[in-house]
């Protein structure tokens, strides 16, 4: 018996990829040349006339090819994926951006001293933002200790207990995610700060970003409890265990890697948040371990210090915080997906 | 078992399948076809002549699915999917370069397992929504979906609520819905992958009495695990079978002939119940 | 013959360990409720007075000043947020309108255009962006993207400028809602497009094939079954990114040129922002003047929940409307 291969007589044949790119490329010449001769100029006229030209292109390219309906076919699926593409266009502008311009900032100094001594006016080879990484990794940390257990325990009432409260504690789980941090700030002064503290610190800051972070936390878990499958909880309480031993030592232990993604992606909800911080960490320049006492610096508000001091060197330094801000987030979330794309056992 | 469902297939005239010019309906030539690494078909030759039922028999699994669906190019949506052979449509090769996938669509209809008519249409707009799709004027549209919802049996029982949504409709009625859908692009041939397989007893027999009317006009080719349907509808059968490899087309004879003196042992077992 | 037993009940009554676990998960799923409830009950409380003083002129009158004499005691105040809102509102519309069509598109191409490989490597950098900070946001857009942002919107109103929201009462265009409105779309178009994905990826796989099986088009395909199906959930993503770019600070302050003065022109550069207001106001502001921003604080809560309340449910029936 002969042998057979397999073809793909539907896959784009090398011939049709050629005359993909030479309409490409005719677009790129022909808005080029219509920049050059006529008054229309700027970045904006190149991009727009390329859309406009390569869509048309693309689309007459398909009238000619099979008829009307491919030439619309082809027109949209053409601006389809140009729109696709203007929808990265700003994270590439962004991550550039802060790497170009915050690598000038960034020495070992600024991660050995703070700016207890300095202005951001200052230049950049003294001062660091010691105090701001510490105090990030404090608020965040007093913020975690107080939303994952809320989070989580969230997360089961919904997935394990499933009362007569669920469908309103989902909801309002979802309006929570919706509370602007402003006003988780605000809540926090008039309800803990003013009548009871009376004075700004890193706790009541926390606080804040507490209750930004429970519904990110309890929306991820509740997600991934609901994909451990039932004949684990089945199994457990079939071998005489009660719920509360099911849950803790069968259900959370499987989710285990699923809830480790659901608190990375609370941390790196809050960890840039900046409005609450404002309002309620007092910001202070000195590296300060206690949160309960004192004003505390943190990135985001470094960050916003600088960039309002606005000489060229403080911009400078505003920039290298929001390249190391954005390093942390980026690595959080990462860890989050790598953690998330592993198996739920 | 076997000399009823043989006198089953006599009870029809069957139609002779040579009354036709040279070139003309749908003809597969060495069809093979790949889930990615998976070989699912193997080498399947099958000329159905225009104007007859071909009914596809053969147990679960050994590309009945597969195979009407290279007919018509859906196979391909599936990703990693691959073929080999030829698939002929009036002389003309669907899958030759520079084919407009879409024409050859129009012209194989297909109707699948489950009734699936658009949810956000109403009846008159399923059975037209092909044209719109396709982008085909029409001088009388009213005409032609009386005509298409006529021919698909289901005029009667529906011309008075044209308006209403499809998914108000029996399961039986959604699916002659869906032939009627089929239908109103006038295609040279409908597609259909055990179309009564999830509708109750009495609207098979319905549909059934729609396959042998449209076969006066078209070319059908009907997949199904109903030995007594395939013995009431169609002129001619394909049996397929996998024996563990890619599946294959064992035997095509006129329809009496498989289910009275089939000429392969495992058609035999499987028309007979002794297998599957 | 023989008599019918007596039912026997079956309940099962929980251990003493099961109804401490289930008490103990059902406080803490309570936390959100509780929360909220607090968040208006505090807020209202330090806001009450000035509401009660204003009355609606809260929000229908536009001047925020205050008198205190020289012993701090508050002579004469008027807090009025109507420049606010209407900035709010208008900032979040631009964002609206530009980002849906674009989240929409993008939500198309992931789903029925682009290759697997690219699907994947697309999702994972449009998901990192929403996970950006809003300061990031603000100050790339305040030092990179707003001379652009500018010069295009002196081009919508050299060329559409007798449409009445592209009019300017003077030359002025820096630092207007529509600089904003794009910092903002940028930012919500990562959410709109996540739910457009979720909505569209969900639709019926039977009648994609079936429109395939007509003769259908890609394109024709997506317009008879994608869009009709989600339709409803798509608006109910552009709704969550409304409730999102309504409640944004930081990235607004930094942009916008808030004056208390009602603008509804949004090229032209006179701005407001509830959330930006707070900020501007809260450093130097008395006792009496911080209690409007708690009233201010009520207003943009209220609004952003009802914005989310209605986008929720507008979310969930979708797709059971579907079949
Ligand atoms: N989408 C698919 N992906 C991978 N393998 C498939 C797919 N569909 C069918 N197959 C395989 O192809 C073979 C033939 O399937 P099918 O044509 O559906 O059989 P039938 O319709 O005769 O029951 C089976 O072995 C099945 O496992
Ligand atoms: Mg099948």
Known sequence: MTTVAPRKPWAATPADRLRDLAIFLLSAVLSYLVVAVTPAKGKLAYVGLFFIFYSVASGIAGWIKFGRRSAADLFIKTLIGLMAFVTVLPILSILTTVIAKGYRGINLNIFKTDMSLNAPTDPLNVGGLLHAITGTVILVSVALVLSVPLGILTALYITEVKGRFTKPIKFLVQAMSGVPSIVAGLFILSAVLYPITKAYSGFMASLALTILMIPTIARTSEEVLKLIPNDLREAGVALGGTQWRTVAMIVLPAARSGLMTAVILGIARIAGETAPLLLLSGGGDKVNPNPFHDPMGSLPYYIWKSFNAGSPEAITRAWAGLLVLITIVLILFTAARLLSTRKVK | ?276 | MSTVPAPRELTTRPRLSDRVFRRVVTAGGLSSLVILGLITVFLAYRGVEVLRQEGFNFITKSNWSITTDDAGNVVESHFGLAAMLVGTILCSAVAVVIALPISVATALYLNFYAPPWLKKFLIAVIDMMAAFPSILFGIWGFLVLMPSIEYWAKLLNRYLGFVPVFHVDAYVFTRSPFVAGVILAIMIIPIITSVSREVFSQAPLDRIQAAYALGATRWGMIKAVVIPHGRSGVIGGAMLGLGRAMGETVAVFTVLNIVFQVNWHVLFGVGGNVASLIILKFGEASPYEIKALMAAGLVLFVLTLLVNAIADLIVKTTGKSGK
């Not at chain 2, 040579?18 to 030759?45: M, N, P, Q, Y």
């Not at chain 2, 879409?102 to 092909?130: A, Y």
């Not at chain 2, 006009?217 to 002129?235: E, K, P």
Request: aromatic share 6%; hydrophobic share 40%; glycine share 10%.
């Open chain 2, 1 to 276: 078992m076997t000399s009823s469902l043989s006198e089953v297939a006599n009870a029809h005239v069957t139609k002779a399948p040579s009354i036709r010019a040279a070139g003309t309906g749908l003809e597969a030539r060495g069809v093979h076809a790949w889930f990615t690494k998976h070989h699912a078909l193997a080498d399947v030759s099958l000329d159905f002549a225009p104007g007859t039922v071909t009914a596809l028999i053969g147990p679960s699994g050994c590309g009945k699915s597969t195979f009407i669906r290279t007919l018509n190019r859906m196979h391909e949506f599936i990703p990693g999917a691959a073929m080999a052979g030829e698939v002929l449509l009036d002389g003309k090769d669907v899958y030759a370069p520079g084919v407009d996938v879409t024409k050859i669509r129009l012209q194989i209809g297909m109707v699948f397992q489950k009734p699936n008519p658009f949810p956000s249409m109403t009846i008159g707009e399923n059975v037209l929504s092909g044209l719109k799709l396709a982008q085909v004027k029409v001088d009388n549209k009213d005409d032609l979906l009386e005509e298409c919802l006529e021919r698909a049996g289901l005029w009667k029982e529906v011309k008075d609520r044209l308006g209403a949504h499809g998914g108000s409709l029996s399961g039986g009625q959604q699916q002659r819905l869906c032939i009627a859908r089929a239908l109103a692009v006038r295609p040279q041939v409908l597609l259909m992958d055990e179309p009564c397989s999830a509708l109750d007893p009495g609207s098979t027999l319905r549909i059934e009495e729609t396959i042998r009317h449209l076969s006066d006009t078209m070319t059908i080719v009907i997949v199904t695990h109903n030995m007594q349907q395939a013995a009431r509808v169609s002129d001619s059968t394909a049996f397929f079978l996998s024996d563990g490899g890619p599946g294959q087309m064992i035997e095509f004879a006129p329809t009496s002939e498989i289910f009275s003196r089939p000429k392969d042992k495992r058609t035999e077992d499987y028309v007979t119940g002794r297998f599957g």
